[in-house]
């Protein structure tokens, strides 16, 4: 018995022993954790709604506004590559272009064929523009948009250029 008594009363001599607070941590922690894992939960559940909501009214809107005899009757619309076939030699020559520039600039390291390449893109996204400007202004628009990019490629090519010099 005097065994459990020097259990339950310590002496002076025995240096007292705090608890830890890891204890402590670990059970606030668990909490925040609750709390933090009940959020993500709510904002889960916010997000879907928020993305689901417009999507399915806009999915149900397009399934409802056409009908089955009513699409085949409505001319097609004005516009478009068939009406301007050069429009799409000039968009797939700035596709070509802006696709290859990158593996010649920085994957060959052929920073003296960058300038060339960078002007055949904007040359082509001018042609791109005349003649979407004809058939569609917002679409040449969004070409101008395309040609400040490619003037900051064109920037950026002649800083790697005066660089090797």
């Not at 939960?41 to 999915?59: F, Q």
């Not at 068939?82 to 429009?87: E, L, Q, V, W």
Request: hydrophobic share 45%; net charge positive; aromatic share 8%.
């Amino acid at each position: 018995m005097a065994s459990t008594e020097e259990l339950r009363r310590r002496t002076k001599d025995e240096p007292t022993v705090e608890p830890t607070q890891n204890n402590d941590n670990n059970y606030n922690n668990r909490g925040r954790r609750r709390e933090r894992t009940a959020m993500a939960r709510r904002g889960l559940r916010s997000l879907a709604i928020a993305v689901l909501a417009p999507l399915s009214l806009h999915v149900a809107a397009i399934t409802f506004s056409h009908s089955s005899h009513g699409a085949s009757t409505k001319p097609p619309p004005p516009g478009g590559f068939h009406r301007k076939p050069s429009g799409l030699a000039f968009f797939l020559g700035y596709l070509t272009t802006s696709l290859i520039w990158d593996p010649i600039v920085f994957g060959m390291g052929a920073v003296l064929a960058g300038p060339f390449v960078c002007l055949a893109m904007l040359w082509s996204l001018v042609g791109c523009y005349r003649v979407f400007k004809e058939v569609n202004p917002i679409a040449a628009d969004l070409v101008k948009l395309c040609m400040i990019w490619a003037v900051v490629v064109v920037s950026l090519n002649l800083k790697l250029f005066d660089g090797l010099t």
